[in-house]
């Protein structure tokens, strides 16, 4: 164990929540570096880590780039997904050598049905088998482990479960406040999620429509020992500067740092694919934009748009 997460706490801010499709090593360096306490990866296969075998998007491999940081990245989990736990270990070993992370997240709230019997939001049906499997990531791992699950299954079986994951020795435990039937319905339930904080002695962190950053300070004092945001971090990354007491930006600033995400996108990825991928993004950080960003192919394409953006006065924030 590193301690990352109990040291990471202790300052003020919120955290860049995993998200698939979005939080890769660009995204995580632009929110890192307006103040996330930490950022997670989007979510990656163990057993594809371990075979080093590829899943293809965009036309490009990337089973292993989900994990690879940007250049000068720092603060940065992995998070694995995976039912057995030899897998799971031989990824967390793989993962530290590969791509050295603070600390290796296991996924307990995927719900979407490819993903039974592979782990994800079904394991919430059978604590102690998430549980075993967080017990031998930890003794893979020489970093903190820690998961993120939802609620439960189709019921709130949440303080029994997190109970389970804490006595296996996760160093951190995120809870997304929906059960994995609701998926994204309905609002997000933080006394559930305080609840589970008030019967845990390690750190809770809170996650579910935070969509203001004066709402971390809010939730916070719920109980938790942090705040996780994912949809609303979304081309609004300075929701992170907010959150640690700095200031919201200025549509100039929303035109450079969207600019600044498609060069670092295309630094990454190669130009082509890295700004095709980017276009649901952009359209984010510059909504009124919405309709000349959905169709960039070049980063000139994207500093053109921009521009023009900086240009006018009326330029609207983001929604
Ligand atoms: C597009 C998308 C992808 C997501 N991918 C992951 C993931 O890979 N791992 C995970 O633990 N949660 C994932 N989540 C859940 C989020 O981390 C978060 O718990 C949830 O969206 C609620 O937070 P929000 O209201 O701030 O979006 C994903 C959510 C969305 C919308």
């Known amino acids: 164990m590193n301690g990352f997460y109990t040291r990471r ?17 660009p995204f995580r360096e632009i ?11 989007e979510m990656m296969s163990a057993a594809g880590v371990v075979t080093e075998a590829t899943t293809r998007r965009h036309g490009r491999d990337v089973t292993l780039d989900l994990g690879r940081p940007f250049e000068g990245e720092r603060d940065r989990v992995i998070q694995l997904f995976g039912a057995d736990a030899d897998v799971l270990a031989d990824a967390c070993r793989h993962v530290e050598r590969l791509h050295a992370p603070i600390a290796i997240d296991l996924n307990l709230g995927c719900p979407v049905p490819k993903m039974k019997g592979r782990g994800g939001s079904c394991l919430l049906q059978t604590p102690e088998v998430a549980a075993h499997l967080v017990q031998a990531m930890r003794r893979a791992a020489s970093c903190d482990v820690s998961a993120k699950m939802r609620l439960g299954w189709d019921a709130d079986r949440s303080v029994e479960i997190a109970l389970a994951l804490q006595e296996a020795g996760a160093a951190l435990i995120s809870v997304h406040g929906r059960t994995a039937a609701q998926r994204y319905e309905g609002e997000a ?12 002695s390690i750190p809770v962190i809170g996650s579910g429509d935070v969509t203001r950053a004066s709402q971390v300070a809010e939730k916070k004092r719920l109980g938790v020992a942090g705040v996780m945001i994912a949809r609303s971090a979304v081309g609004n990354p300075w929701i992170f500067r907010e959150a640690s007491g700095g200031a919201a930006p200025t549509n100039e600033e929303r035109a450079k740092v969207a600019l600044m995400h498609a060069e670092r996108a295309a630094a990454f990825y190669g130009e082509r ?21 959905v169709r960039v192919e070049t980063v000139d394409d994207v500093r053109r748009v921009v521009t023009f953006a900086s240009s006018r006065t009326t330029a609207q924030p983001a929604a």
């Open 9 to 25: 706490l202790a300052s003020p801010g919120a955290i860049l929540a995993p998200m698939a499709g979005f939080t890769d090593a």
């Open 273 to 293: 694919t890295g700004i095709r991928a980017l276009r649901k993004v952009l359209a984010k950080y510059l909504p009124h934009l919405r309709e000349e960003l």
């Open 189 to 200: 339930n933080w006394d559930a999620i305080a609840n589970v904080a008030a019967h845990l």
């Open 31 to 41: 929110a890192s570096s307006m103040g996330a306490l930490w950022t997670v990866s």
